[in-house]
């Protein structure tokens, strides 16, 4: 299926994009993200990470979907 990922702060760095369609077979946001951090070597657990499927935030358990657009959101720091 395919999904659309949007990359933040830190992750969109290591990507070096924004965001990518993804073709992928995972069943879930969890596996999905061990997918992708393996493809761009995110170095970030996925436990410091939100993870939101459209407009809200969702559990890394929840089922994907053909279509959904995924944001991986990393903690941020500033001033």
Do not use: K, N
């Amino acid at each position: 299926m395919r999904v659309e990922l949007l990359y933040f702060a830190q992750l969109r760095e290591q990507a070096g994009r924004e965001r990518e369609p993804v073709d992928t077979d995972a069943a879930t946001l969890a596996e999905l993200y061990a997918e992708i951090a393996a493809r761009h070597g995110f170095d970030l657990p996925r436990e410091r990470l939100r993870v939101a499927v459209g407009d809200a935030f969702c559990d890394w358990s929840q089922p994907l979907c053909a279509g959904d657009e995924v944001a991986l959101i990393p903690p941020v720091s500033g001033g």
